[in-house]
């Protein structure tokens, strides 16, 4: 069984902070996502990562495939409330798959003003 | 409307009951995908679906649990003689290609049914 391992679970930080949230496993993906979730509402894709050692912005938000593509990493830098949400890695496997995505358990983040 | 439309958004059933979920894709795609998420858990799947057909239904509880995508029509997710343990938020997710020999599969999700069971 392929498993994302991501950490940390919960994150509560004040406004304007930096953080970074992990995604690891001892599995290849083909690929790898970054949702976020509100309350009440379906994940939405924030990125898709592709290459080993990619990195990808989105404004305050940065993006990292770690070269084996085992691991990802999302760092957010100056939290604003408005980041507040949970946050999902979810990858693609690399073999065997039928085209399902395999999530992580979720970051849930707190940012306070 | 572009999205995936998830019906009921709020389900409430006995012990016992039946449910069922329905789910329509994006207009164009033909590929289904059903999960599962407890609260401040991420997302298991349960079964993935094209028109007609169960391709993979590997994360789907052998009994009580069975889901359908018609020719014409929604997506259906049936929990038969519900119990506690199945309350949870559905989710129902559509793309436009198989993901197993693409780079990557983007999944578009809907706003998710939420069941309780009492």
């Known amino acids: 069984t392929q498993l994302l391992e991501q950490s940390p679970q919960f994150l509560s930080i004040q406004e304007g902070e930096n953080l970074t949230v992990y995604c690891n496993s001892s599995?290849?993906?083909?690929?790898l996502q970054w949702y976020r979730q509100e309350p009440g509402e379906g994940p939405v894709l924030l990125v898709t990562?592709?290459?080993?050692?990619e990195v990808k912005k989105l404004k305050r938000l940065t993006f990292q495939f770690g070269d084996a593509r085992k691991d990802s990493s999302l760092h957010i830098t100056a939290a604003q409330p408005g980041d507040t949400g949970l946050y999902l890695c979810a990858g693609l496997p690399s073999s065997g798959n039928t085209g399902k995505l395999i999530f992580g358990q979720g970051t849930t983040l707190q940012v306070k003003p | 409307n572009a999205g995936v439309m998830q019906n009921p958004r709020h389900l409430v059933r006995r012990r016992g009951q039946e449910a069922r979920l329905r789910c329509s894709p994006m207009k164009g795609h033909s590929h289904v995908y059903w999960y599962r998420q407890l609260p401040e858990e991420g997302l298991k799947f349960m079964v993935y679906?094209?028109?007609?057909?169960?391709?993979?239904e590997s994360g789907m509880p052998k009994e009580r649990f069975s889901a359908e995508f018609p020719k014409e029509g929604p997506s259906i997710l049936r929990i038969q003689q519900v119990v506690r343990g199945d309350s949870a938020a559905y989710f129902c997710a559509s793309s436009l290609i198989q993901g197993a020999n693409s780079g990557a599969n983007v999944l578009t999700f809907g706003a998710g049914s939420r069941l309780t069971v009492l």
């Open positions: 599995s290849v993906f083909s690929s």
């Open positions: 990562v592709v290459t080993g050692g």
């Open positions: 679906l094209q028109k007609e057909n169960i391709i993979d």
